[in-house]
């Protein structure tokens, strides 16, 4: 467990580097670390990490992610779980719409 808090929070610090050459040298010592690791698990984190080193890297092109579509995607999912049962596909819409207001469009009494 200690490895894998170890490697989090590495990764952490990699998307908190100032430019994408740091972030690769911060990246590939979390790789070789893994790499080395005796934990089975840890090892193929690494092997992930280094498939995936060219994509984490192109953060740095333009500091975007796809966080916000991916918690768009997540509420919709929880949505449908709550909607089970709703037989109108009407309602379910206006259901998935009502969930992406701001709070401050409800009033409270």
């Not at 952490?12 to 590939?28: C, F, Q, S």
Request: charge should be positive; charged fraction near 30%.
């Amino acid at each position: 467990l200690k490895g894998f808090y170890w490697a989090k929070e590495r990764l952490r610090d990699v998307y908190r580097a100032k430019e994408k050459n740091e972030a690769a040298k911060l990246l590939d010592l979390i790789i070789m670390n893994l790499k080395a690791s005796d934990d089975a698990e840890l090892y193929r984190w690494g092997n992930t990490l280094k498939r995936w080193r060219q994509p984490i890297l192109n953060y740095f092109d333009n500091k975007t992610t796809n966080a916000y579509t991916e918690g768009c995607n997540t509420k919709v999912k929880m949505l449908k779980r709550i909607s089970f049962g709703l037989r109108n596909v009407e309602v379910y819409t206006k259901k998935i719409m009502l969930g992406f207001l701001p709070p401050e469009c409800f009033h409270t009494i």
